[in-house]
């Protein structure tokens, strides 16, 4: 995994980081580089809350805080993990989050939302309709995982575009661009601190994944994320970084757009393409697996299928799984 900027941006930007370890409770698994989340200030009263090494289902979620007011930007997979989130929550706020975002619908950044009882609950209109209709599946992929006492608890205030969040004396906006990631996407972008939580519309060091979505609406999603110029980009995966983040995801897409488009022409299965196609320096990126997945969307795409159209992610993960050479690591 790249690190891209992690700590040349964030230092630059929010001068004196203040940086929080959060001790993970029995049954937290460490990454294999054995890093611990941590809660860092990466603008005034904004926190990105960075779990290592980024991989599937390990990823950030962030805290927006005013005085006694204060926001949760996502969760995390299992209960253990979310509870630890909370705990660096209130080493760092006077109070718990009276407010939850979720940046999607995805169980990696929803399914500790119970964790926070007190929290209203805010996401886009197809991320509750999506949350209710995938339930708890994401867990049975993983069994392994020990995913603690899950319960689901959906956003409560939905909204279609956009929406003004007030936090104390500080506003974030939250802006749907979708079909992207998901069908669902939200960006939490807090103008006055010129910071942007991007959910998994980017990634650092991480590969992107947009079967659910669209690669080429993952492209007009980037260039609105330039257009609000951010100085801090916390994406859903990886270290910290700024703007630079939406350049290197792009050269991802375009690349999968290219192949896609060789690959039909010459009629080649996704499969083979991914076993010989030379990922260059997106090779060292984590999850290279999911390669194949959105071969299959950018196909599908190039083919003439909707954006956002429902596919058969049961499919899609078995011939990523084909192509891996076994289930994918997961050290949630």
């Known amino acids: 995994m790249t690190g891209t900027a992690a700590g040349t941006a964030v230092g630059a930007v929010a001068g004196a980081v203040v940086g929080v370890s959060a001790e993970a409770p029995a049954g937290v698994a460490r990454g294999p580089a054995g890093g611990r989340p941590e809660m860092t200030e990466v603008a005034d009263g904004v926190f990105a809350y960075v779990q290592p090494d980024g991989g599937w289902c390990l990823n950030n979620a962030g805290l927006i805080v005013s005085g006694d007011h204060t926001a949760l930007v996502d969760t995390a997979a299992t209960e253990a993990r979310a509870r630890s989130l909370r705990e660096a929550a209130l080493h760092v706020a006077a109070t ?175 499969v083979d393409l991914a076993r010989r196609t030379d990922l260059g320096r997106y090779a060292r990126w984590l999850d290279a697996e999911r390669l194949v997945p959105n071969l299959l969307r950018a196909y599908a795409e190039e083919q003439g299928e909707p954006r956002g159209s429902r596919v058969d992610m049961s499919a899609y993960f078995s011939r990523m799984v084909e192509y891996h050479g076994g289930l994918p690591a997961c050290h949630a």
Do not use: K
């Not at 926070?116 to 509750?128: D, M, N, S």
């Not at 969040?165 to 601190?193: F, K, Y």
């Not at 330039?226 to 995801?249: K, N, Q």
């Open 96 to 270: 718990a989050p009276q407010v939850l975002v979720n940046t999607h619908f995805h169980g990696d950044h929803t399914f500790g939302n119970f964790v926070f009882p007190e929290a209203l609950v805010v996401g886009h209109e197809r991320t509750r309709t999506e949350m209710a209709e995938a339930g708890l599946h994401l867990t049975s992929l993983w069994p392994e995982v020990e995913w603690g006492e899950l319960e689901l608890s959906m956003p409560t205030l939905t909204f279609r575009d956009r929406i003004t969040l007030h936090i104390g004396d500080r506003s974030a906006e939250l802006l749907h661009l979708g079909p992207a990631h998901t069908s669902n996407d939200t960006v939490v972008w807090l103008p006055a601190e010129r910071a942007l939580f991007t959910g998994d519309l980017v990634m650092n060091g991480v590969t992107p994944f947009c079967p659910m979505g669209s690669a080429a609406g993952s492209l007009e999603a980037l260039d609105t994320m330039r257009a609000l110029a951010p100085e801090v980009v916390i994406p859903g995966h990886g270290p910290v970084g700024g703007p630079e983040l939406f350049d290197e995801t792009e050269g991802y897409l375009r690349l999968l757009q290219d192949l896609a488009q060789q690959g039909l022409a010459e009629d080649v299965d996704p």
